[in-house]
């Protein structure tokens, strides 16, 4: 026999979400039958405004539509436009780059490793887990000049150049960050009440993850060889990345996937640093954009694509961006279908659900 | 152990976030903290407000008045780029926090004054 259906309304304000987005639960009993996502609380047109400002100043624009993968943003943005003139951007500054796409993804799954301890009331390894954020937020701000919004990007290369000596001094300070979280992540991968909250929940087979688009942590949680990076651009071709995959599927999976990811960042960064070659950090731009160029690269999330349509003025056509976190919708509507109710705060947020990036 | 240990710290280490009104704040050497203008230095030739992304910065040629809307900046730093004539830098303490109606928009008159060129001397 079927019990009754109810409808319970999860968010658009909810104690574990950051970020509005609703779902009508639909649940019998404590079991949620399927869930009906709605989005568009947090609509900026942003993309529009791309008429309105000259390709060099949108940069700025692009960075502000996520307050935390800020950094690929505007780096997938300047990508594009050097794709789009033919630029060929310094060597240096590609490593600066993706030495800065790196701290940024650092410093992104921190914050979600916080704020998910924080979702299961695990509240001392929040604040552990954003102490190490804060020491990787002032790095990005002794080398950019902001601490989340960097503004260190622009076409042709970089704004800002660092120090060979100040590089150096990273590294040595990357040892302790290190060793901060192993502590952390040990925590998140063996301990017996987080253990129970996520083992075997929300679980994501490899061909749903394929079929329904899942994208980054959430696809790499299930099995699936998907990421970016591993195309080699800008200097991750150089640096030999290899992407972390899990094969469990559920929300143990995706957050292991996320603790490995820190360790592999880190990885990256001391080979970027190494590996630093010298010379200029920009190269001078002259002209206007003109043709279609489709930028991807890697976020925290996964997957970003920046769709842009040049004229032949200083303003593009069209501008138009898929952010991980929309692909991840389906999958989390998926696995949420046949959860417990009290098991639905976690399992949304082990998507890492970015509501502002998605929405614009 | 370790335990005892973490325990043991909780009674002697200071905070770890620092006592902001006694210790004062410090940033570091790049943080783009607010933009000051140099009046004697503006040759008012708009592009300042040209590149401004959030539409902060207003000039008045013919006026020669050169005003700043805080609360729009976004400290992108564009500006300090974009200026031939060093009119404009980025300091590295944040701007005092004040309401709309405290600050409103800060406005400057330009004060920079065209060196005249030297005459030519012609051949008597």
Known sequence: MTGRQTIIPFGPQHPVLPEPIHLDLVVEDERVVSAIPSIGYVHRGLE?????REYQDFVFLAERICGICSFTHSSTFCQGIEGLMGIQIPQRA????TMWGEYSRLHSHLLWLGLFADSLGFE???YQAWKIRESILDEMEATTGGRVIQGVCKV?????????????GMDDRLDEIEDNMKDLTNVFLNDYTLKKRLVGKGVLSKDDAYYLGAAGPTARGSGLDMDIRSTGYLAYGDVGFKPVVEKGGDGYARCAVRCRELFQSVEII???ITDMPEGDVFTPVKGNPDGEYFSRSEQPRGEVIHYLKGNGTKNLAQFRVRTPTLTNIPPLVSILAGCELADVPQIVLTIDPCIGCMER | MK?????LKQFFHTPATTTFPNTPLENFEGTRGHLV????KCTSCMMCMKRCPSQAITVQRAEKIWTLDRFRCVMCGNCVDVCKFDALLMEREYAKSATPTERGVETYEITYVKPE???KETAE
């Open chain 1, 48 to 52: 529009s405004l791309v008429d309105r």
């Open chain 1, 94 to 97: 590609a490593y600066l780059r």
């Open chain 1, 124 to 126: 001392s390894l929040f």
């Open chain 1, 156 to 168: 042709g290369g970089v704004r800002r150049d660092v120090a060979n000596s100040f590089l150096s």
């Open chain 1, 270 to 272: 001391r080979r970027v």
């Open chain 2, 3 to 7: 335990m005892f240990k973490t325990i």
């Open chain 2, 37 to 40: 203008f140099d009046p004697s």
């Open chain 2, 117 to 119: 060129r030297p005459k």
